[in-house]
């Protein structure tokens, strides 16, 4: 398994980000178009104008089902130079995980989950908030940026550090009347 080499650094917002993002769906999508059951999605914090971020392009690709003609779909996203990089939690989520143009250094994460997994929507409702919600998302760049400021080399320590957040604004949103 390769290494990740990239620090976690938060930069300012790109307005590149989106080229970049559609750059790589033109090509994602006809290599999945047997799988897909949606389009592919722009998400995490560089598909939230504004907000600084990781300079990595999270997709979003839901296919309907997680074990069906596996050995084909990563033939066929090898086939477009994009490399399976299996995360922890993966097999639990029903998803499979792929970098752009390899682990080491991504520019692009592809996360390709099953349609009827419950984990992906809350990718969308977290992005679509905000979006919608500038001041959430100065919170939240403010973490991360401390997060990523204490040990830019340990990713389970940014990751479990964000969850808190992103659960509480989740459990929040779920609340009726506090959309």
Known sequence: MTLRRDPITIVA????????????RRRVEPALA????????????????????????DMLALIPNHDHDR?????????????HAPEPGDAKARKWSFCFPDIGWR???LH??????DSWPTLLTFRDHLRNHPAKAA???????A???????????YRSGKAPFIE??????????NQ
């Open 13 to 24: 917002y790109d307005e590149a980000w989106p080229e970049a993002f559609e750059q790589q």
């Open 34 to 57: 047997p799988w897909l059951t949606a389009p592919v999605e722009h998400i995490g914090s560089t598909a939230v104008p504004g907000l600084p971020a990781k300079p990595i392009i």
């Open 71 to 83: 050995a084909a779909l990563v033939e066929a996203m090898s086939g477009i130079a994009w490399t």
């Open 107 to 109: 520019t692009h994460h």
């Open 112 to 117: 390709i989950f099953e349609s009827t997994s």
């Open 139 to 145: 919170e939240y760049a403010n973490l991360k940026a």
């Open 147 to 157: 997060l990523a400021a204490a040990d830019p080399q340990d990713r389970p320590r």
């Open 168 to 177: 509480a604004l989740l459990h929040q949103l779920a609340t009726p009347g």
